[in-house]
């Protein structure tokens, strides 16, 4: 099968995928830890944000209707927490006027969400959960991800040779005898998705045009970007979308933003560190590539979303008064450890050259009624 067809069962499998089994994935004693759990004043940051964005939602919902904030895949309900407790304290009027809409396929993680969220709910705050997309309200949607684009599926398309090849994986038999088999990868035919994302992307499928834009021979496609985002805000009413994920805007012909090369990038985690073997570990380790912003905004222009905002999460926190509020952990160091280690995750999302410059965030939009 395609890696991209293994990629996704391996995470989502409904029994045995990586994030469909349990919640023991999340955090130090797993596998990594997300920023909204190691980092608050993140969420204070992205809460000033979507209050701005849910503002301006307003006006496109008719009177008397909450605006529908939906948050795809959030891991243990950190950063919902963070910005409903902002929320809380700052712009408690949006209680009455916003439905945060949880979309989680694992049913483990919906329940430690549920528990991560009990003062918000018990605060009157309304909280769904939703296992697919499909029965999310209509009319105008704020969508907001935390390192969700990653663990989409990415094909890994080799142009090194005169054709583009596509990596692919197949069980086979061990030394062990019938008992045992292992996966590996081999290059295969191109699947008519990497193919029709190639064109989207580059306007050709010829190897030796795709070989001037790509560090190492790999170009990492990921066509189920467009599904995704099409599940979650349709081909009409005003939407914005907001991604936070590790990764940049490579460059292609009449690109104006890049900061990055095309290069494979698929790797893996277990227990906090990373792994070389994409197919060791099946549904035990976190399969993750970086995002191509570039592909996300064109596909977001497929549906009518124009990207307003790309730049990086340690931007997205100067802004917010990051500086400050390290200044005012480090003095407070005295009173309580913690805070010394808030303000280290906190300073390194602010550096440019460390996580908060691979770190990105996005915001595309789509004003009025727009229709495919």
């Not at 998705?193 to 045009?209: P, V």
């Not at 460059?251 to 227990?271: S, V």
Request: charged content about 25%; proline content about 4%.
């Amino acid at each position: 099968m395609p890696f991209s067809r293994f990629m996704e069962w391996a995470s989502l499998h409904p029994e045995a995928g990586y994030y469909t089994r349990g919640s023991g994935q999340f955090g130090r004693a797993g596998d990594f830890v997300t920023i909204p759990s190691r980092v608050p004043f993140f969420n204070q940051a992205v809460a000033a944000l979507l209050a701005d964005l849910v503002d301006a939602l307003s006006a496109e919902t008719a009177p008397g209707d909450a605006v529908t904030v939906v948050e795809v895949g959030g891991g243990t309900g950190d950063m919902a927490a963070g910005v409903l407790s902002a929320w809380e304290r700052s712009r408690s009027d949006l209680r009455d006027r916003i439905v945060w809409e949880m979309v989680e396929p694992s049913k483990a993680l919906a329940d430690v969400q549920r528990a991560t969220l009990e003062r918000a709910l018990g605060g009157g705050w309304l909280i769904h959960w939703h296992p697919g997309p499909e029965d999310l309200p209509q009319g105008p949607k704020l969508v907001v991800s935390n390192e969700v684009v990653d663990s989409l599926p990415v094909h890994l398309v080799d142009v090194c040779g005169e054709t583009p090849r596509e990596t692919w994986v197949r069980l086979q038999s061990t030394a062990g005898g019938k008992s045992e088999c292992g996966i590996s990868e081999y290059l295969g035919e191109l699947t008519s998705e990497a193919r029709r994302e190639l064109i989207r992307l580059f306007g050709s499928e010829d190897a030796a045009q795709l070989r001037a834009y790509t560090a190492d021979g790999t170009i990492e496609a990921r066509p189920a970007v467009l599904p995704f985002l099409r599940a979650l805000v349709g081909e009409k009413h005003s939407a914005c979308v907001v991604t936070v994920d590790y990764g940049g805007w490579p460059a292609r012909a009449g690109t104006q933003r890049a900061d990055a090369t095309y290069r494979r990038t698929a790797r893996a985690y277990l227990r906090q560190q990373r792994q070389d073997d994409l197919t060791a570990y099946v549904g035990r380790q976190d399969l993750t590539a970086d995002v191509d912003f570039g592909a996300l905004a064109t596909h977001g222009e497929d549906l009518g979303l124009e990207c307003l905002v790309y730049t990086t999460v340690a931007a997205l926190l100067a802004a917010a008064g990051g500086a400050e509020e390290v200044a005012r952990l480090r003095a407070a160091v005295a009173d309580d450890l913690t805070n010394d280690v808030n303000a280290s995750h906190l300073d390194r999302l602010l550096d440019t050259d460390d996580a908060g410059g691979l770190f990105k965030l996005m915001v595309q939009v789509r004003e009025g009624s727009y229709r495919a």
